[in-house]
């Protein structure tokens, strides 16, 4: 029999596609974005699908299920230096997680943020929200960061992971996580045919620079960013940043084939985060995008040009969520088995 689930925040389905893929039966997804919800129907019409406020579900019918996801949208907790109780976390998506876990009773969750989350308000976030995972009678294993790179996804990019059982069954679980594999697949793997395709990206629509950029960015070498520029151009484009510390390497950033691709983000041309392909001096297209994040090509995604970049960047690289599947299959294994 195949674990249930239910997420929340589903996006266009990068984390319950992976799932699925290590043997998850999703019965129930929540997602408000109206286009990211029409991607997920598009996908799987079989899907059950609700397109709304998640503060208006009730997970009462879902009583017993075995696993509740979902990577809640990390708002500022504005609780700094305050325990985070139950109580105090109303009115944010975290809060309606932990209700859904309290209405629910998973066996299992399955929560998934930005690394950020680890050291905001000196970690105290993250504590407080544990404390409310565990004041609902949960078991918090150790928060883990994984990099995507270790599990199949040419991109630079790390999340945070933290699961829970529930306190009854904490002496039969046991939670391996995955391992981290030694092949790094790089921009290449992404877009031409291999190891991770069976064929080239096909072309698609795709964002382009402004003439000013696109002149700038022509000077870059595969694998260069702006330090690469004439010093002039270097000032005349990074503006007061030029003077500021740091490392800021994902600028005026020309991605190599043979490096995984930097943290895509939700728009790939806006300012100071460029993506620029190895060899035309463009942004990456959404197809592009899609298989950076190891979607497969046909997945396909609703709305305009900048909602199809938005629910990509925002997505969980669907490797990434295979690898952690199946440590959350088997835990849940674990506690049926014993």
Not at 57 to 74: M, N, Q, R, S, V
Not at 92 to 110: G, H, I
Not at 162 to 183: C, D, M, S
């Amino acid at each position: 029999m195949k674990p249930n689930s239910i997420e929340l925040f589903a996006g266009a389905g990068g984390l319950a596609l992976g799932l699925e893929k290590a043997g998850v039966n999703h019965v129930l997804l929540n997602e408000i974005d109206k286009y990211a919800s029409a991607s997920l129907q598009t996908n799987r019409p079989n899907w059950n699908i609700i397109c709304e406020d998640v503060k208006n579900i009730d997970f009462k019918p879902y009583k017993g299920i075995d696993l509740l996801t979902g990577g809640f949208p990390c708002q500022a907790f504005s609780y700094a230096g305050k325990k985070l109780g139950f109580e105090d976390a109303r009115g944010t998506l975290f809060f309606d997680f932990a209700r859904a876990l309290q209405e629910s009773e998973a066996k299992v969750f399955l929560a998934e943020n930005v690394r950020g989350l680890l050291s905001h308000d000196g970690g105290k976030t993250l504590q407080s929200m544990i404390g409310v995972f565990e004041e609902l009678g949960y078991h918090i294993f150790e928060p883990k960061v994984l990099k995507a790179i270790h599990h199949r996804v040419p991109q630079k990019r790390e999340r945070l992971f933290i699961i829970g059982v529930k306190k009854e069954y904490k002496n039969k679980a046991k939670l391996f996580w995955p391992t981290p594999l030694k092949n790094i697949y790089n921009l290449k793997d992404a877009l031409k045919k291999g190891e991770l395709y069976d064929s080239d990206v096909k072309s698609s629509i795709g964002q382009k620079y402004p003439q000013k950029k696109k002149e700038v960015l022509e000077l870059i070498p595969p694998g260069g960013y702006w330090r690469d520029l004439p010093l002039h151009l270097q000032k005349e484009y990074m503006k007061k940043s030029f003077y500021l510390g740091g490392g800021k390497t994902g600028i005026a950033r020309r991605i190599s084939w043979d490096e995984p691709c930097l943290t895509l983000t939700c728009s790939p041309a806006q300012n100071q985060t460029e993506r620029c392909h190895p060899e035309e001096t463009r942004p990456f297209e959404v197809r592009e995008y899609a298989r950076i994040q190891t979607f497969p090509d046909e997945w396909i995604f609703e709305g305009s040009m900048s909602q199809q970049y938005k629910q990509i960047g925002n997505a969980v690289p669907v490797n990434l969520a295979y690898a952690v599947g199946k440590s959350v299959v088997g835990l849940l294994k674990s506690i049926e088995h014993g």
